[in-house]
């Protein structure tokens, strides 16, 4: 079975529904704090969770495993030292299989939810999220014409490489 977690919350054997929820909590701070936050940040969240650095969890194991090696290595998140930080800093980013598999309006959906609220009772966030979903279902747009335009192109080609008798 898959052993990494997935956003879209398939149950497998090690947990993953926690994870996900664990995992959309930290994709929420990001997202919150202006699409970086750093892991003092990240961390006030999970302590308030009765989650530590350090303290293996019954769920989670090593929480600071799982948010900076296995989440990273699985690209849910980005990890890495806050440029000119001496001493260093590090920092969390939502990673490029995190923007893939979710989108902030979902992720403030949970957010909202966890809150006992809508995402509409953070307008500053739900105008980012609206303007997330609309670069997507743009982005979707474009793909889809570009795809047809390549099909188009191609049975022209395929058409023009036959002669015809006149």
């Known amino acids: 079975p898959n052993q990494g977690v997935s956003i879209r919350g398939v149950m497998n054997d090690n947990g993953a529904v926690p994870k996900t929820g664990l995992l959309m909590t930290v994709l929420g701070v990001i997202f919150t704090k ?8 990240v961390w006030e969240v999970l302590n308030m969770m009765g989650l530590y650095d350090g303290i293996k969890n019954f769920i989670y194991g090593d929480p600071k495993k799982l948010i900076t090696k296995d989440w990273v290595k699985e690209k849910y998140l980005e990890y890495r030292q806050v440029p000119n930080s001496d ?22 959906e949970f957010v909202a939810k966890t809150h006992d609220t809508v ?8 105008e980012e999220a609206l303007r ?16 047809a335009a390549m099909a188009s192109a191609r049975a022209k080609a395929i058409a023009s490489s036959f002669s015809y008798p006149k």
């Open 34 to 41: 202006g699409n970086r936050a750093t892991e003092e940040e």
């Open 87 to 108: 001493p260093p800093h590090y920092e969390f980013l939502w990673g490029p299989r995190a923007y893939a598999e979710t989108s902030k309006m979902k992720v403030l």
């Open 119 to 126: 995402p509409t009772a953070f307008p500053g966030w739900y």
């Open 132 to 147: 997330d979903e609309e670069e997507r279902a743009r982005a979707r747009v474009l793909a889809k014409a570009g795809t």
